[in-house]
């Protein structure tokens, strides 16, 4: 029993999914397209990294097939959306710096996700 729990939270298992965005912001209406794309992207688990940097955890290659479909679904009619989806081994590997210093939080361990 134990060997599939370990398969099931497998580093190359869970996903990483980021959206990544370019919209328009100069017109209301492109604004407030803006606006519905973002919190279609919090609604739907996302969290925020940077300004139009967006990030998701998932537990496996079909949820991340369904979520992107869903994503596709739901853009905005102008601007450019990129989605990265990439494995937690590959994930732990990010750096973040908070002007020149490294921040020195640890990567969140996956289970307090939950």
Do not use: C
Request: aromatic share 14%; glycine share 4%.
């Amino acid at each position: 029993m134990l060997k599939d729990r370990e398969t099931w939270f497998s580093g190359y298992r869970l996903l990483w999914m980021m959206v990544l965005f370019d919209l328009p912001t100069t017109e209301k209406i492109d604004r407030k397209a803006y606006t519905k794309f973002r919190n279609f992207l919090l609604d739907q688990g996302f969290q925020m990294a940077q300004f139009s940097v967006y990030y998701r955890l998932l537990s496996g290659k079909e949820v991340a097939e369904r979520l992107e479909k869903l994503i596709s679904q739901n853009l905005p009619q102008y601007g450019k959306v990129q989605i990265l989806t990439i494995t937690d081994k590959q994930y732990e590997n990010i750096k973040t710096y908070i002007g020149k210093r490294r921040d020195s939080q640890k990567k969140q361990d996956q289970l307090l996700l939950f």
